[in-house]
């Protein structure tokens, strides 16, 4: 009969034992409860659950860091003068894909000081707040 997949009370989660099951019921679930997912996002569970199908803990994040990503975006930044920014969509709206976005663009952008700020649509402003000094910044101590 096929895969059927039953659901399970797991603590608090809903789980269904099928991993790519419980993605599409997910992802399903999300669409019904707050519209369409842009294709640059994926439905992850905030649980860390591959199985979990709640909706509560059901967030976006992107779908796949691209190699280079965050080089890119940090030459942008160095361009920039001091006090502009630029907005970048589909970062995510959770905390989680927030701070991952955070340290892999302070990592690539050695040379200056951003902040990052995140909006309610999964975007993130990027300010240039200022420039290390480019000498002795890292490196040589002694
Ligand atoms: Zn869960």
């Known amino acids: 009969m096929g895969k059927f997949s039953s659901i399970k009370q797991h603590g608090a989660c809903e789980e269904i034992a099928n991993p790519s099951t419980a993605y599409g019921r997910r992802r399903r679930n999300w669409i019904d409860a707050h519209g369409s997912v842009p294709a640059s996002l994926v439905v992850d569970a905030s649980c860390s659950n591959q199985h979990c199908i709640t909706l509560t803990h059901a967030y976006?994040?992107?779908r796949v860091e691209q190699p280079g990503r965050y080089?890119?975006?940090?030459n942008r930044v160095l361009r920039l003068n001091v006090g502009q920014h630029f907005?970048?969509?589909s970062i995510g709206t959770d905390e989680r894909s927030r701070n991952r976005f955070r340290?892999?663009?302070?990592?690539a952008a050695r040379l200056d000081?951003?902040?990052?700020?995140?909006?309610p649509d999964g975007s993130v402003r990027v300010t240039k707040v200022?420039?290390?000094s480019s000498l002795g910044a890292q490196g040589r101590s002694r």
């Not at 340290?103 to 990592?107: P, T």
């Not at 000081?113 to 909006?119: E, W």
């Open 87 to 89: 907005d970048l969509s």
């Open 103 to 107: 340290s892999g663009l302070y990592e």
């Open 130 to 132: 200022g420039e290390w």
């Open 60 to 62: 976006l994040r992107p």
């Open 71 to 74: 080089r890119k975006i940090a």
């Open 113 to 119: 000081k951003v902040s990052v700020g995140g909006q």
